[in-house]
């Protein structure tokens, strides 16, 4: 098992390392280099000297890589370029703001989710289907820049309860944070609630179906233990993957909401660092974004062996 | 002994038709169940024979449901009961065991918790008591080491000992009436025996009665008093196992009793024609009427009542049941078929073949080679001459397919060598094959629902081997087509169909046609009957037989069925754990002396008839990979001799019959030994 898991970590890292290679090359072999992307018309004379030596382009461009890679090992990911200032002090807020939206959306959306699939799967072609159903399809299939620029005319404009767009200072608390984040996560937990539940519903709808099922049945045991006992382990089981790729999208991915609800939150900073041809940030968030995608999907397969007593065994007998 | 149970009155259970038809899939049936009685019911996959054991239970499938009739247990009406009232009768009162405990336990649940769960519903006992009782159970069901045995998970158990855990949980709740659906379909032959045995021993011991589902007449006969016989959703006979099983009035029974083959019996099983009609088809006259031989008008206007006739203390329902009185010598008889030319040539050689499934490593990858000392299939060599089936027998994981693969190429060998046509070696590469050999060479797969592509209509999936290998097209691709279907007893129309619109048995018969479409030299069958119907098993068995006669085909024919093999083949390879054990003309391998594995093989068979019981002489222990020197079948050999078995790899034995025996035990003395 210990054997598996630094397999799968050592995996992992390789991964990264691909990941940081790619990026690499592909800011090398983009005309021009960082200094003339980001000075754009300026980029002549002193000015572009001078950026070229605080960047030390001079250096050979694998010398570049090992320093920088060194660096983002050591946890340092150099200096921005727009704001001048270390990349460290501009993703730290955004992590932070990052975090905070996902996490509120997956306490409500994940529990949420798994809830509805379940009732649509118990009540099926029942009333409770069709209602939460239609509605769960109906918000899969809305984009999320309409949902939540409409969630934004509603509740803001019309009703006036809520701001329509999140300003708070970099140094915001938690609870500042929270009330301002109810409509994003909102808009977010609509979509992702609406995909989960349907997943959870039919992996529920298939296991009812199973031979397992009937037999608790058939041995006598009332429904509702049966649910708990026999079905739903095994019915959720197929569910952490999905929830943990959900995870790594909130953390990173969800830029559209982000830019309309003016959240400063990573995905946001991946469109801003794009526009302002702030490579080096580029650079650093494509290396966060992918250790994020690494990291929750290998702690979701660990979560599937350890829970599977078939795969269990099956490891330890190799 | 005369008290009834449970007893079904004019039960009839269907479904609403998307056209908004109500079709019923059981038709008015009607039975009782006598206390410590044991009743079989026995029929073809369709026949309803599930639904009706279900309902029994109080328990319809979705989608399905009763049209009238009562299921009274203990006089009261399960199918009127609410889901709390079943809960208290179902485990506790009428128990199931299932016909596939490995997917009917629960996979994330220890074995131990799955009983503990049935005796905490229905019994008082205490946690200290239960444990106990668990233990108990175990042991009742012959669980080796029945202490560690509940902390396992189902999968960690092998497929007869899963079996075991079920009959278990149902013994839990102490039942009046145990409930087996298909208790024994899927297992190997020898574990299907053991289980069969241990039911008995149960049946006696508790009183309990049982109804045992299956299609299996063989299985039937060993645990059944009475046997109840099913055909499109009715009740067709009804009475006594000794007399179904002996003198069969029915006419579907009689021929369902014909198409078995048996193990005594060299020669083809007599097939019946057809297949059983759909539900919702039948609207007037005997559901038989189709593939009846005693049917007149009278049969096809009018649909006969079950009638009791006292004399024989049996329920039929046939007009013409009186002329099957006293036919029953005609059940011993079998088609005779012409044996091939023993002299003719060689067209297949395996020598000295090794398959191995294990991973390569890194270097063997890069050496091309397979390093394992211990390769699932060893030593294999085997001469098929032209226009013989030799027949490959062993239980599962034997490595009759894995050898079978091999020869098609769809699996490299590891060692050895395998020739085709005056020692032409085939590469084990597929893609290095020529065309010619690929055509030569051709496979009939286990289950035509999986081998026949769903999307592609009957005439599509004949064109393409007559298109890659011959070039056809247009008439003349056509022609050849309909010439096909007609060699596999197919009409012209069929050629539209697609897989869907066929019964089971068409669909085999579409993929004998396709097989034989490239006009192959040798035609590999992987079990090719195991999925059908034994009536369509006959039949298939027939078609084959008849197109080798006519065309000269080689089968080698992988099965293991003991008695479909001694029906097909003119030799016999028996196979354990990827060894050879003994392989010579089908009459002598059946007779003694015989390997010990080959003994037991035999012993295990079930044969539709009660007097005849299977022989126990091994434990049906599953062993997970070969021994890596002495003799494959040390760990289950029942003449074992000593530490020579397990150091060192029997030679070769001819014996006088001309059988090759592998064992170290003399010939001579096997065969006193086995008189």
Known sequence: MLLLILKRIGLGLITLFIVSLITFVGVEVLPGDACTTYLEREAYGAALDACIKRLG??????????????????????????????????????VKNSLVLASVSILIGIPLAIVLGIITALWRDKLPDIMISTITIFSMTIPEFISATLLILIVAIWLGWLPGIVIIPSDATFYELLSNIILPVVAISMIMTAHMARMVRSSVIQVMASDYVQMAILKGVPYWKMVFRHVLPNALLPAINVVALTIAWLLGGVVVTEVVFNYPGLGRLVIESISNRDLPVVQALAIILASIYVGINLIAD????????????LQIRK | ???????????????????????????????????????????????????????????????LFPLKGECLFKSEDLLKMSSRQLEKIRGRKI????????????????????????????????????????????????????????????????????????????????????????????????????????????????????????????????????????????????????????????????????????????????????????????NEGCS???????????????????????????????????????????????????SNNSEANEVLKLKDVSISYAKQKFFDQLLNKISDQNPTVKDINIDIKKGETIALVGESGSGKSTILKSIAGLLKTKDGQIKFEKDRILSSDLKKRNPNDLRAIQLIFQNPDESLNPNHTVEQILSQPLKLYFNLSGDELKKNIIDLLKKVRLGEFYMSRYPRQLSGGEKQRVA??????????????????????????????????QLKED?????????????????????????????????????????????????????????????????????????????E??????????????????????PWQIGENGNAIRCHINIDELASLQQ
């Not at chain 2, 009665?209 to 299985?219: F, P």
């Open chain 1, 57 to 94: 382009l001079d250096v050979p461009a694998y010398e570049r890589y090992l320093d920088w890679a060194s660096n983002v090992v050591r946890g340092d990911f150099g200096y921005s370029l727009s704001g001048e200032m270390p990349i460290n002090e501009v993703l730290g807020p955004r």
């Open chain 1, 302 to 313: 660990l979560m599937t062996l350890m829970l599977n007593p078939r795969l269990k065994s």
């Open chain 2, 1 to 63: 002994m005369n008290e009834i149970i449970e007893s079904v009155k004019n039960l009839s259970i269907g479904f609403n038709s998307q056209k908004g038809k109500q079709i019923s899939i059981l038709r008015n049936v009607s039975t009782n169940i006598k206390k410590g009685e044991t009743v079989g019911i026995v029929g073809e996959s369709g026949s309803g024979k599930s639904t009706l054991a279900l309902a029994m239970m109080g328990y319809i499938k979705q989608g």
């Open chain 2, 95 to 282: 128990a199931m065991i299932p016909q596939n405990a490995g997917q009917a336990l629960t996979p994330n649940l220890k074995i131990g918790y799955q009983i503990d769960e049935a005796l905490k519903l229905h019994t008082d006992l205490n946690k200290t008591e239960r444990d106990k009782k668990i233990s108990e159970l175990l042991h009742k069901v012959r669980l080796p080491s029945p202490e560690t045995m509940a902390f396992r998970y189902p999968h960690e158990l092998s497929g007869g000992q899963q079996q075991r855990v079920a009959v278990a949980m149902a013994l839990a709740g102490k039942p009046d009436l145990l409930l087996l659906d298909e208790p024994t379909t899927g297992l190997d032959v020898t574990t299907q025996a053991h289980v069969l045995e241990l039911l008995r021993f149960i049946a006696k011991d508790t009183g309990t009665s049982m109804i045992y589902v299956s299609h299996d007449l063989g299985a039937i006969a060993q645990v059944s008093d009475r046997i109840v016989v099913m055909y499109a959703g009715e009740i067709v006979l009804e009475g006594p196992a000794r007399k179904i099983l002996k003198e069969p009035i029915h006419p579907y029974t009689y021929g369902l009793l014909k198409s078995i083959p048996k193990l005594s019996l060299a020669g083809l099983p007599a097939s019946m024609p057809g297949s059983q009609p759909q539900p919702g088809s039948i």
């Open chain 2, 288 to 338: 038989f009427y189709d593939r009846c031989n005693l049917a007149n008008d009278n049969c096809k206007k009018n649909s006969p009542d079950l009638e009791h006739i006292k004399e024989l203390d049996t329920n039929v329902r046939c007009f013409n049941y009186k002329e099957l009185i006293n036919q029953n010598n005609n059940l011993q008889t079998s088609i005779t078929k012409k």
């Open chain 2, 512 to 545: 004998v046609a396709r097989a034989f479409a490239a006009k192959p030299d040798i035609i590999l069958c992987d079990e090719v009957t195991s999925a059908l119907d034994v009536s369509v098993q006959a039949a298939v068995l027939n078609l084959l037989q």
């Open chain 2, 551 to 627: 065309l000269g085909t080689t089968y080698v024919f992988v099965s293991h069925d003991l008695a479909v093999v001694r029906a097909i083949s003119d030799r016999v390879a028996v196979l354990y754990q990827g060894r050879l054990c003994e392989i010579g003309p089908s009459q002598n391998v059946y007779k003694f002396p015989s390997h010990p594995y080959t003994e037991v093989l035999l012993g295990a068979v079930l044969e539709p008839d009660p007097d005849i019981k299977p022989k126990l002489v091994a434990e049906d222990i599953v062993e997970e990979k070969p021994p």
């Open chain 2, 629 to 650: 020197k002495g003799c494959s079948f040390q760990g289950r050999c029942p003449r074992k001799i000593g530490d020579i078995c397990n150091s060192e790899v029997p």
